[in-house]
């Protein structure tokens, strides 16, 4: 662990399935049943966080980017590696992560008052003592941007937007250093959505919040992050800081990415996609997941898995055809 | 040039015996052959409830109270049950956002393409598989044989959404409504299926109206933009000059809310509040009380004004061009 990273992830794989129940492996001992299937969901992520910075986790859907975010959030636990985080341990019984949903709906109790909600942890956890309870939650919630007078109401009360700030303020009540924000804008409305990543990026600078920020939406994760994970098929394609990836995309599949983003000054664009569909996980293609999609595949593509290796500018890339750092330019047509 | 689908002054409200809300308030937007128009909006800006009125599958209470649909001069309210059962998949199609609630779960590909394809022409088994099997060799299906035998939950999600493509265009309609058609989808599939839509409209003169609340989507494809706001279109125009230098003060604040290129980790701009329930509209331009701009006459309702020849706008004070 380098010593400004405050969270450390090494060779972090997740498999799910395989196993079954007592009765489907005694069938596949017998001979009777197919063994199950195994999903690697995650395989053989590697990153540091250093405090303070944003880290965006793009990709398209199945390509691990939530599973990723679970376990660093500890919601899952990893089937291989390890995740280390290094909390500063300032406040007691804080903790160090936290997890904000996508669903704004379904992430908050609808039994429970928002009082309830967000005061729940820092009094399980002896944060903050029962008297000052209520003046916490209020304060909380004003600086997310929701009025404290209303804690006693439910969360239906409240509109879509303001319920995503109610469950800013859920993760923030318990002083976590690293927030894990999966798809945190993705289903608000445009003019809420950019409430909301003023407030992501306000909170950053009044509370120094480290942030993993997963989305498939580009242009949010462009405008947000310092650096970015490009996963696929749950491996990492490529990494480095958003700017670069962003102004000159290296591997193939993140410049397809990257070319797909609708933007507003695109006008009347001939779209030209990429082709085919993402590879079910459960059986992903040989050597580079990306192949079969991949307008430059070589034969070498489909036998031999790129490492995921430095290249020019303090970035990473899996694949054969990029050169190594002396050789920068590559023509992609 | 005449316009293919002309919608004058529409009204939809629904009616409950204690309560009337009245959802849209005067939608007037029309579509020529060929061209895609973009309609934008938040979630209860009608939107969708535009397209719904449009092609009269309101149920109960929601019904048009008042205006007009002209498919080709014709008005398509004022017909009944039957006639609209003729037009409705043949003149005007549909395309909807969740590709899994179009298609029917329990029945294959082939049955529900077959049956699109035969209620509104007679023909053969054999020729509507035929007509099956080219109609899904054109949005790029491969080995389209073989899929007619699946079951849509076979089909990926991409692939679900060309098979509802397939059928809104197996009988060359001269509208298609396609209400948020990408939203579900992933960022490289979102990239086929525009330049799907895009190709098979412009190739066979398919008025297109792209029902959206992403601005980014529309601003790619569309020809003309409309843009939405408590019931009402607001402003509307050719994309180029809508999107260059806004109007209204809406689509200004749409416009701001994106994140656009080079200029990361700055604030967003924002528009303060959110948008009124439908049951507590104020009584004047709805977007005063989010307006930055907003003066005592707007506590009248604005019409719709020209700007120019293809550009109107519902604000007292449009901004003028170029001002931020």
């Keep these: 662990m380098t010593s400004d990273a405050i969270l450390s992830v090494r060779n972090v794989t997740k498999r799910f399935g395989g196993r079954g129940d007592f009765i489907a492996r005694g069938l596949s001992r017998i001979g009777l049943a197919e063994p199950n299937a195994v999903v690697h ?30 376990m660093v959030a500890g919601l899952l636990d990893p089937s291989e590696g390890e995740i280390v985080a290094q909390a500063s341990g300032a406040t007691t019984g804080a903790l160090p992560m936290q997890m904000i949903f996508q669903d704004p709906f379904s992430s908050l109790n609808p039994r429970k008052r928002v009082s309830e909600l967000i005061g729940e942890a820092p009094r399980v956890h002896g944060i903050v ?17 929701v009025d404290g007078n209303y804690r006693d109401r439910f969360a239906h009360q409240f509109s879509g937007g303001q319920r995503q700030r109610i469950g800013i303020a859920r993760a923030l009540a318990v002083r976590p250093e690293i927030l894990v924000c999966d798809e945190a804008v993705s289903a608000l409305d445009v003019s809420i959505q950019a409430q909301i990543v003023n407030l992501f990026m306000d909170l ?21 992050s310092d650096r970015i994970l490009v996963m696929y098929l749950g491996r990492i394609v490529e990494s480095g800081p958003a700017e670069q990836i962003f102004a000159d995309p290296q591997h193939p599949y993140t410049r397809a990415l990257i070319e797909g983003v609708p933007r507003l000054e695109r006008r009347r664009t001939v779209y030209a996609p990429i082709k085919g569909d993402i590879p079910s996980p459960i059986d992903p293609p040989k050597g580079c997941h990306f192949h079969p999609r991949c307008p430059l595949a070589q034969p070498q593509c489909k036998v031999e898995r790129p490492a995921l290796r430095d290249i020019a500018g303090g970035r990473q890339a899996a694949c054969h055809l990029i050169e190594r750092p002396a050789k920068k330019e590559i023509s992609i047509g | 040039m005449t316009s293919v689908l002309n919608v004058k002054d529409l009204h939809t409200s629904f009616v409950m015996p204690d309560l009337t809300i009245a959802a849209l308030q005067g939608v007037s937007l029309s579509v020529d052959k060929g061209e895609i128009l973009g309609l934008v909006g938040e979630s209860g800006s009608g939107k969708t409830l535009t397209g719904f009125s449009i092609n009269r599958l309101l149920s109960a209470p929601g019904r048009v109270v008042q205006g007009e649909v002209l498919l080709h001069g014709q008005d398509v309210l ?51 598989r035929t007509r099956a099997i080219a109609a899904l060799d054109e949005v790029g299906i491969p080995a389209p044989e073989s899929r007619l035998r699946s079951y849509p939950h076979e089909l990926s ?140 006459a707007c506590a009248a309702l604005p019409d719709m004004t020209a700007l120019d020849a293809e550009r109107s706008v519902r604000c007292f004070y449009p901004l003028a061009e170029g001002s931020a």
Excluded at chain 2, 79 to 108: C, K, S, W, Y
Aim: charged share 25%; aromatic share 4%.
């Design chain 1, 204 to 224: 950053r600078d009044e509370l120094g919040l480290t942030y993993i920020f997963i989305s498939h939406d580009l242009g949010v994760v462009e405008h947000i």
């Design chain 2, 78 to 128: 004022s017909l009944g049950e039957e006639d609209m059962r003729h037009l409705r998949g043949r003149r005007i199609a549909m395309i909807f956002q969740d590709p899994m609630m179009t298609l029917n779960p329990v029945l294959r590909i082939e049955t529900q393409m077959r049956d699109a394809l035969r209620a509104h022409e007679k023909m053969s088994k054999a020729m509507a």
């Design chain 1, 129 to 145: 003592p029962p008297d000052a309870l209520d003046a916490y939650v209020a304060d909380m919630m004003d600086r997310c941007g």
């Design chain 2, 157 to 296: 999600g991409g692939m679900r959404q060309r098979v509802a493509i397939a059928i809104a265009l197996l009988h060359q309609p001269d509208v298609i409504i396609a209400d948020e058609p990408t939203t579900a989808l992933d960022v490289t599939i979102q990239g086929q299926i525009l330049s799907l839509v895009q190709n098979l409209c412009r190739d066979r003169g398919t008025a297109l109206i792209w029902i959206t609340h992403d601005l980014a989507v529309v601003a790619g494809i569309a020809d003309r933009l409309a843009v939405m706001y408590a019931g009402r279109v607001v402003e509307i125009g050719p994309v180029d000059d809508l999107l260059d230098a806004p109007a209204h003060p809406y689509t200004r604040g749409l416009i701001d809310s994106v994140p656009a290129r080079g200029q990361r980790g700055q604030r967003l701009k924002q528009i303060p509040g959110r948008m009124p329930a439908l049951t507590e509209l104020p009584v004047g331009c709805s977007f005063a009380p989010r307006c930055e701009h907003a003066k005592a």
């Design chain 1, 41 to 70: 969901a995650v395989e053989d992520v590697s990153f540091d966080l250093r405090k303070g910075e944003v880290l965006g986790v793009v990709g398209e859907s199945g390509c691990g980017k939530s599973t990723l975010g679970r």
